[in-house]
């Protein structure tokens, strides 16, 4: 679609919402794209026009042509708006109505959408609610291994540990969408060989670890186990000491220590811990963490083993050997402590970051975290402080501790900086067909390519811009980088992202832990992998234990630099 026909189609949204009532079926007079339709109503839902964003929602979920996933989910989508909307709690039922109709299933995000709160004590709501209940205990019954879904005992059946472990690997023979990347993985082998180990196991936690390890063979970041959420299973289990540490130069260096042993030793920021409990620190790491960590990048990989996760265990002693600045070599006997004393030790020593913050630099430099894609704060946050960030002569984005979340939150942010519509990610997916297959037809794969979204209307930023990036900026923040890299508008300083994104299938397992097994392959719009590499940065800025030392940010200084340089 060219640039006029998208200002075309803006202007003509636009008449429509002046001149149609907010809760009626819009008739527009000309056709507009899907995409372009449903960018705009995400955009107007995301700034709280919620009756506009119905509008939109509604045209989608009508086109007769569009997928039907895609009108199931504008339907949805559509009702939700107008349930926020004044006066159109008979439009949102129709919508919802609408939404069952076309397969709409999931009771848990109905039952958790505040959005819908105004409706649930409309007269028509228990019935809705009860054709999507019915359709989804039938699709559970198909699909989700109901009778598997057993409670937590502190050592579990044989029978189900069997059948959990059986599930996923079934789950992820028929759904896992990067067998390609392991060509030399024998999964089925793997399979077999887990069976007599699982069914030795003592108890329900040696049973959870077997299932991260095999997990673990796929090499994705979005293939796991998760550990019983059940207090009897988490209780006395995962205590931490009351320290920091960044892995940096393949040297585990404390960021600070806590409690009068490591004062009493003179252990300050930027001493490296060595050995625990007389082990060499990587092989510890090798032992206690690597082999049931899921990855395929080793940055990434080694982010999650060397995290607070690494020294987990029970509440009791822990032995640090820690080698100082100056060279010295002190072992400090230390504990994993209660969680009320390591709440008390470690106090005002940092919370997590925000979703969203910004501050100006020197230079008149804006300097713009995006922490996370996990709910609209960081879209929402940037769009309401645009008028301030846009009076700056350069931005720049850090997505370094950006976990992911949904890749529509960093698009609306990128929908700032361009004119032009812009490419996001292609993505695939298996098109298992038993029939195909008992005719001997090769398995092939659904392909969704020429993905764009459209820039906003209202707001558009010219200036330089650089992204900030590292090996835990992970899936939905790989697509943001993905999107940024094609869009051309400035360069990725850095490291390489974590490699991994998709949609992931989730897994109920015996005794009330979880698994998930990735589905779909995310790739650049022209089909290059950035999965188990990385977006690869355009400026290489690793971190240094020096740097670390000092407090400097080589990375920010570097695209600081770039700003300047551009203007």
Known sequence: MTVNNIKLATALITCILLYLSACATPEPEVEITIEATQSQADKRYQSESYDEAGVLYEDVANREG??????????????????????????????????????????????????????????????????????????????????????YERNLPVEDKLAGLSLLWSEAKYNFSNFDLVPELDWDAEYRAMIPRVMASENTYEYYRLLQAFVAKLEDGHA???????????????????????????????????????????????DEIIAVDEVPIQDFADTERRPFVSGSVKAYIDSVVYSWRL????????????????????????????????????????QQPPNFRWRMLPDNIAYVELNSFSN????????????????????????????????????????RLTQE???????????YRPAYRAWSYPTDNHESTGNTELPDPDQYYSGPVAVLSGPETFSAAEDFLVAFDVMDRGPI???????????????????????????????????????????????????????????????????????????
């Open 66 to 151: 569009a997928p039907k996933w895609m009108r199931r989910s504008a339907a949805y989508n559509a009702a939700r708006a107008y349930a926020l909307a004044d006066g159109c709690t008979d439009k949102a039922l129709d919508l919802l109505e609408r939404a069952a109709e076309l397969g709409f299933i999931d009771t848990d995000l109905m039952e958790q959408d505040t959005d819908l709160d105004s409706l649930r004590n409309a007269s028509r709501w228990a019935t809705i609610e009860e054709t999507i209940t019915e359709a989804s205990a039938s699709e559970e019954r198909r699909w989700g291994a109901v009778s598997l879904q057993t409670p």
């Open 224 to 270: 796991n186990v998760y550990f019983p959420n059940d207090p009897a299973f988490q209780r006395g289990r995962f205590h931490v000491p009351a320290i920091k540490y960044q892995w940096i130069e393949d040297r585990l260096i404390l960021e600070y220590a806590l409690g009068e042993e490591f004062e009493a030793a003179g252990i300050e920021r930027g």
């Open 311 to 350: 020294f987990t265990g029970p509440q009791g002693p822990i032995e640090f050997t820690i080698k100082t600045q100056a060279g010295d070599t002190f072992v400090v006997q230390s504990s994993r402590p209660d969680w009320e004393t390591w709440g008390a030790l470690t106090e005002g020593m940092g």
């Open 376 to 415: 609209p704060d960081a879209s929402k946050g940037f769009a309401d402080n645009f008028e301030d960030i846009s009076k700056a002569d350069g931005i720049v984005f850090d997505v370094r501790k950006n976990g992911g979340g949904s890749s529509n939150y960093g698009y609306d942010v990128l929908s």
């Open 421 to 431: 519509p812009f490419a996001v990610s292609s993505w695939r997916t298996m098109n």
């Open 493 to 567: 300083i850095g490291q390489a992202s974590g490699g991994s994104t998709g949609q992931p299938l989730p897994i109920s397992l015996p005794g009330g832990g979880r698994a998930r097994i990735t589905t779909k392959r995310d790739t650049y719009p022209d089909g290059s992998d950035f999965v188990g590499v990385g977006v690869q940065p355009d400026i290489s800025a690793p971190p240094t234990v020096d740097d670390f030392i000092e407090r400097r940010d080589f990375a920010l200084e570097l695209a600081s630099q770039y700003i300047s340089d551009e203007n």
